[in-house]
């Protein structure tokens, strides 16, 4: 492990500042459990480490009747602990953090670093897809807002530019008959890396008509990636066993996973997408009746 230097910039614009002047050779520290271990292995050998932790401002969340605000350093043992995020319509959220990695790994991991990370099994990303989640991104003088699908360009890759900061995401408010549901399968319920992640957010009409349709897999491409064909059979239509299957089997369709993986074969991975698919929009549809039932007890 190469030497470094460590700076604790106490806000955020001393923080970018300081990665705008270091440029590449700077690494942000949020959560640090995916940097930690890169510089033990050598995989990353940054000359500057910039962290996060001591700029305060960055560590909320915010629930208000317009949506939910996260901050960069809101951990997802947080999220997973949170009731009033459990309680809400937004608790695909509080669910997905809690398959992420140990509690040991969770009480550090932060919501935004999942997004940075950009890893193709992220646990966070299919979800926030779902919700269109927006990215704040704060550089020198500069702050833009973009989707977190925009973002994420690769495996381990984004469109962040040198002396830019994810500072919060944003999600707008869910409609009424809304619901969004997190699927994982893995090894264990935690501690494992996906072996395919499925996301589903439906809206309906009081019928329970199909109004509008996301559904986002993860771990099986080199990014998540939207079901768009999948989502296109549901829309207009009634939830159906049959409509159900033919959105499931088109969903089996955006897996580009290939047999060299360790941990399933693209066989393995394509059918369990299929299955995950159809279990999600279950899930989402006992959401929606459960936001029924609740009416205004319902949260955000």
Not at 138 to 154: A, K, L, M
């Amino acid at each position: 492990m190469k030497d470094f230097d460590f700076v604790r910039p106490k806000t955020l614009d001393d923080a970018v500042s300081l990665y705008k002047m270091a440029g590449q050779k700077a690494s942000l520290l949020a959560g640090g459990t995916e940097l930690i271990n890169q510089i033990r292995s050598g995989k990353a050998q940054p000359d500057l480490v910039i962290d996060l932790k001591h700029i305060r401002d960055l560590d909320f969340l915010s629930m208000t009747p317009e949506g939910i605000r996260i901050g960069a350093l809101y951990r997802t043992r947080d999220a997973e602990l949170c009731g009033p995020l459990r309680d809400s319509r937004y608790n695909a959220l509080s669910y997905a953090s809690g398959t992420l990695g140990s509690p040991q790994v969770r009480n550090k991991a932060t919501i935004v670093g999942n997004v940075c990370r950009a890893s193709p099994s992220g646990d966070l990303i299919p979800p926030l897809i779902a919700l269109g989640a927006r990215a704040k991104i704060v550089g020198p003088g500069t702050s833009r807002s973009v989707t977190v699908e925009e973002v994420i360009v690769g495996p381990n890759r984004t469109i962040l530019h040198p002396g830019e900061v994810v500072s919060e995401l944003e999600i707008s408010r869910m409609e009424d008959c809304t619901g969004c549901s997190y699927s994982k399968l893995s090894p264990r319920k935690s501690l494992d890396l996906a072996i395919v992640g499925v996301a589903v957010l439906l809206r309906t009409d009081p019928d329970s008509r199909c109004l509008d349709a996301k559904i986002v897999v993860g771990a099986v491409a080199p990014t998540a990636v939207r079901a768009k064909k999948a989502e296109s059979i549901l829309i207009g239509s009634k939830f159906t066993e049959a409509t159900i299957e033919e959105c499931s089997r088109a969903a089996a369709e955006v897996s580009r996973a290939r047999d060299t993986s360790i941990r399933a074969s693209a066989w393995y991975r394509k059918k369990m997408v299929e299955a995950l698919v159809k279990r999600t929009i279950g899930l989402a549809l006992e959401q929606i009746k459960e936001g029924k039932k609740r009416g205004r007890l319902w949260n955000v």
